[in-house]
């Protein structure tokens, strides 16, 4: 397996696409070592992916791509401005909010980024924000997305564990860990603001305006109670939660007063299965590399060996955290997670760890491959909008990130933070 792993490194670092690189390491390995027939292949990559549960993936991001086209997106971020405008930098507030928000729809923290980046990051410049800063902002707060029930990384890891988590229960366990997230990364906006005399708005406010922005933006910000509320009562699964949400956005954009064309919808349909696409091939030739790693007994062996090394559960998260952190700079954020779970999931019993508890440590560990170069997704997303250089973003982005990574280490260290509303919630 050794040779196998150095074979996908080696493929990556030529530019080899990771999942075509992940495919090609796990075939070479059963072609060379006989362990099993290659018809074994095409039965583990189709099985991968034929599950009703992966529908969501889609219909969670068609939902997403929707609503910023028939314009809910713009009436979210209006209704933040509302709010948050006329602070000392009130248009970096705003995008921190609306990441807030719309991580709450979309479930995908670079559908975030590309929606924020083009609506917001043009404005912040003209008002005399540094292109680094406007980028980093984005960037970094995107990744509530992700963290912020809807999540399309839960539902992935859900599906990875084999049935075993519970939707509601890791829905719920990364609402108050993204919002915290989201409410650090203001304290620090505040600060530069003052330091730097980062530009404010010039209207004052106004309850009137709040109240009308807020009418105009309530049938946006009505979804996510929807789908929230729907998964944890049990009144449907997470893809009929996902089913609903397109329901929801096709119906409130052809007659709640938006503008959803046909040609929106249409490439709406196209964008959508173009992502998941791109999830979907990754999660079957992972998937043949994971089920490799199984039976040749690495979960085991890693577990024996880290029992002479690991003495709490703690320690074990935080060597979790290491893991994903390193590999976020050479692997995206889906392929280390398909990849790695299933060699860290067996281990976890070993050290007390309990499941939801470590998916949500490692779905917020993924979000440093956004920002770490040189894979560092978001980044390349978001600053050519900006009109700047990844380096001018990463010198800014620096005390944001560091944000991300106080709040993941409260989560393993208190665990509370992240399991108290799950209880509240009966789980």
Partial sequence: MTITLLIFFAAVAIGVPVAFALGFAGTLFLAVTGEASLNVVPTILFGAMDSFALLAIPLFILAGDLMLRCGMMDRIVDFAKAVMGPMLGGLAHVNIGASMVFGGISGVSLADAAALGKTLIPSMIKEGYPRG???????????????????????????????????????????????????????????????????????????????????????????????????????????????TAVAYTLLVGSIGGLHLSWRDISDSLLTSAKLSGVVFIMLAT??????????????????????????????????????????????????????????????????????????????????????????????????????????????????????????????????????????????
């Fill in 133 to 243: 800063l406007a980028a980093a902002i984005t960037t970094s707060s995107c990744v509530m997305g992700a963290i912020i029930p809807p999540s399309v990384g839960m539902l992935i890891i859900a599906y990875i564990y084999g049935g075993s988590l519970s939707i509601g229960k890791l829905f719920l366990s990364g609402a108050v860990p993204g919002l915290l997230i989201g409410v650090t990364q203001m304290i620090v906006v505040a600060l530069i603001a003052r330091r730097r005399s980062l530009p404010r708005s010039t209207e004052t406010w106004s309850a009137k305006e709040i109240l009308y922005q807020f009418r105009r933006s309530i049938l946006a910000l009505g979804m996510p109670i929807i789908i929230i509320g729907g998964i944890i009562t049990g009144f449907f699964t997470p893809t009929e939660a996902g089913g």
């Fill in 286 to 427: 992972a998937k043949l590399f994971a089920w490799l790693l199984v039976i040749n007994l690495i979960p085991q062996t890693l577990g024996d060996v880290l029992k002479t090394l690991v003495s709490s559960p703690q320690m074990f998260l935080v060597m979790v955290l290491v893991v994903f952190v390193v590999l976020g700079f050479v692997i995206e954020g889906i392929a280390s997670m398909i990849m790695i779970i299933p060699v860290i999931a067996p281990m976890a019993p070993m050290f007390n760890v309990e499941p939801h508890h470590l998916a949500l440590v490692i779905l917020m560990s993924t979000q440093f491959a956004l920002l770490t170069p040189p894979v560092a997704l978001g980044l390349f997303l978001v600053c050519p909008i900006a009109g700047c250089t990844v380096s001018e973003a990463i010198r800014e982005m620096l005390p944001f990130a560091g944000c991300i990574l106080l709040i993941t280490l409260m989560v393993i260290f208190v665990p509370t933070i992240s399991q108290w509303l799950p209880h509240l919630a009966g789980y």
